[in-house]
């Protein structure tokens, strides 16, 4: 991993701080844009996301393009020394499209085709929509390849979403057979002699079939590879013109549909929509971890790249079931968080508030009431003062020796899976051993099972039910060279094409974590068993912890047993093991521990596997401390997600806070919701 990386827009080494503006909404209205201008300014706004969901406004019909509204506003943004994020608007195609070629609206999974309505509504396979969005890109990229405005090129918007048209199911065959080659092949990947679905002929092949586990698996990696496919055809109709902007599209965190390390490798820099909602309920932490772990997810998709937060709302949102403002110190509170994880610039949805339609109550820089006045547009311009303040962390990264697997190929599989229990848990385990560490200020990668474990001494991979080709023997290599790995319940059952391993669970990795599977049982949602620490066991750890969800049923082969069974009648039965291998250790977790017992174990491993910290004193509840660095200049982030004041002990040296300017010695101390950058001099 490099030690810095260059900003985002090499010729602006400055945090970009904007949002989505769309002027082709208020074209009628001239004095509105005027104003906008004037307030972004005040605002602190160096940025505008431009051209989203304007199809419509570029191609009023078909044929017919109508640019000179947008050359006015990227003229008067290069003026004004502002950079465009230029959308490509395929995100919503307009009415024209749809009634003429109906063909690029997508069929829903009983067969029927959608009508003309909200976004997201196109075929991805479509020859006709393909056509015309490499048309549209190519002209955009032919009159504004070397604007002065011109800073990223944004693909599209949020893609997602799937067709079940003929052209997608003949696609989708193609794949199959690219994949297979064979239906023999095919069949044996499936288990397809269960219930007699043996397929004899390719056009049986329909994604209908949710008992055919290895069909729908299959399905949802042809649909992720089907919109990369169309986003790179998107890219190739803009390099035809400009090689030299970087590429992105903005991607929504842990959405479950499509496998984003598909995408990372297509773009030149990741970006992501994010909208936390820090409300003080009881989840809040757990909230706050899911969000850095998304941020962590982002920066480590192209090697710890810093990222591009393209969304967040500088106020409410419109589409949760309870949308409540931001607290006071919040926003400020939810950039540091990003920029703490590794993104270099600042983004919302949206500039100006919409006046109708489906987005008129989303929170924006400028309210409808339109002026300097309200509190929301005093936050955003101190933000943008703050970032102002912030310049020498671009381009730094963040030093994580820790990585944790969120695989999305696993997460479907093992959701998918009928068997042990409906809901599986896996997003919400990974955030109870990824809070942990972020609790006590780890810096952290997230990283799927495919993705190298260089610069790692802990790795920790949570309900690895899947392991594809080659992962359990990089995993025992990581092991054997003196890592530490902590594997839970559930892992080593199923291959590529979520078929049993045989032999006994956890299949490839049994050798190296030194213990058999037998059985799984399952708790009600109310009850639990009892973690039983072993008297003199290797890491210290005493006391009795509980289990919930799952409790595998292991036998200790070559592993050390540290925990038992307090309950049921495996009481006294391997629930926590340590497996030496090589100059390693792995370790196996048979139940889903609670956060008490997870703190105590990650501090023992911690300090054994010698991993650094933000900060290495102890944090308060609710708040983590992240690390920015270049290998010369290094930032501190301090970040308070409780309601409640927070006093943070620095131990020895002496700090300087970046934005204030004021000198920080021994102790820091945190207004609720309240955040600092600090500096060691």
Known sequence: MPRSYPPVVERFPHFLHGGDYNPDQWLHMPEIIDEDFRLAKLARVNSFSVGIFSWMGLEPEEGVFTFDWLDRLLDRMAKENMVAVLATPSGARPAWMSFKYPEVLRVRPDGIRNRHNARHNHCMTSPVYREKVGIING????????HPALGVWHLSNEYGGECHCPLCYAAFREWLKQRYGTLDALNEAWWSAFWSHRYSDWDQIEP????????????????????????KHEIAALRQFDTKTPCTTNMMGTFKPLNYWRFAPELDVI??????????RPNQLDHAAHISLCHDLNRSMRGGQPFMLMESSPSAQNWQEINKLKSPGVLKLVSLQAIAHGADTIQYFQYRKSRGSAE???????DHEGTEKPRVFREVAEVGQMLEKLDDVIGTTVPAETALIFDWENWWAVEEARGPRRDKQYMATCIDHYRTLWSKGVPVKVIDSEQPFDGCKLLVAPMLYMLRPGVASRIAEFVQKGGTFVATYLTGIADESDLCFLGGWPGPLREVLGIWAEEIDVLYDDEANTVVLQHGNPLGLTGEFAGRTFCDQI???????LATYGQSFYAGSPCLTVNEFGSG???????????????????ALLQQAGVSKALETELPEGVTAQVRTDGDKEFLFLLNFLASPAEVCLGDGSYVEVVSGDTVKGKAQLDGHGSMVLRKV
């Not at 970006?271 to 003080?280: A, E, I, L, T």
């Open 360 to 366: 008129k109550f989303h929170g924006a820089v400028i």
């Open 208 to 231: 209908q079939d949710g008992s055919v586990h290895g069909l729908m698996l299959d399905w949802m990696r042809f649909v992720t590879d089907q919109t990369v496919d169309f986003m």
């Open 555 to 561: 036998h200790a082969e070559t592993a050390q047993v």
């Open 585 to 603: 250790k792995a370790y196996y977790l048979a139940t889903r521990a609670e956060q008490s017992f997870l703190s105590s174990f990650y501090d």
């Open 271 to 280: 970006s992501w929509d994010c909208y936390p909602s820090y409300h003080d």
């Open 139 to 146: 002209k955009l990229a032919e009159r504004y390849h070397d």
